[in-house]
C-alpha cells in the first residue's frame, strides 16, 4: 500500500514532468499568458505573468488528477512519470 506522503511525492512527479512539457503563449487578455500541457486534454490555464501562469497550470493539474483518481479513471502519461 502507498503511503500519504510517498503518494504526494509522486502527484509533485507527475505534475512537475507535466509542466516541463507544457506550453505557453501570449493571448489578447486581462491574463496575457496561457499555458497547456498538449497530453492532456482540456488541462490550461492562464496568468498574468508566465509565473503565475504555470502556478495556476500547477494547481489544474492537481485537482485534475484528484478528479480523475475519484473517480477510478486512468491517468494518462507524460514523458517522464
Known amino acids: ?3 500519504t506522503l510517498q503518494m504526494r511525492s509522486m502527484v509533485l512527479e507527475y505534475i512537475n514532468a507535466a509542466l516541463d512539457h507544457a506550453r505557453y503563449e501570449i493571448i489578447e487578455d486581462a491574463e496575457p499568458y496561457y499555458g497547456e500541457v498538449p497530453e492532456l486534454p482540456g488541462v490550461w490555464a492562464t496568468g498574468r505573468t508566465l509565473e503565475e501562469c504555470r502556478r495556476n497550470l500547477a494547481g ?3 485537482e485534475w488528477l484528484i478528479l480523475l483518481l475519484r473517480r477510478g479513471l486512468p ?3 507524460v514523458a517522464g512519470t
Do not use: N
Request: aromatic content about 0%; overall charge negative; charged content about 10%.
Open 60 to 62: 489544474v493539474i492537481d
Open 75 to 77: 491517468i494518462p502519461p
Open 1 to 3: 500500500m502507498v503511503g
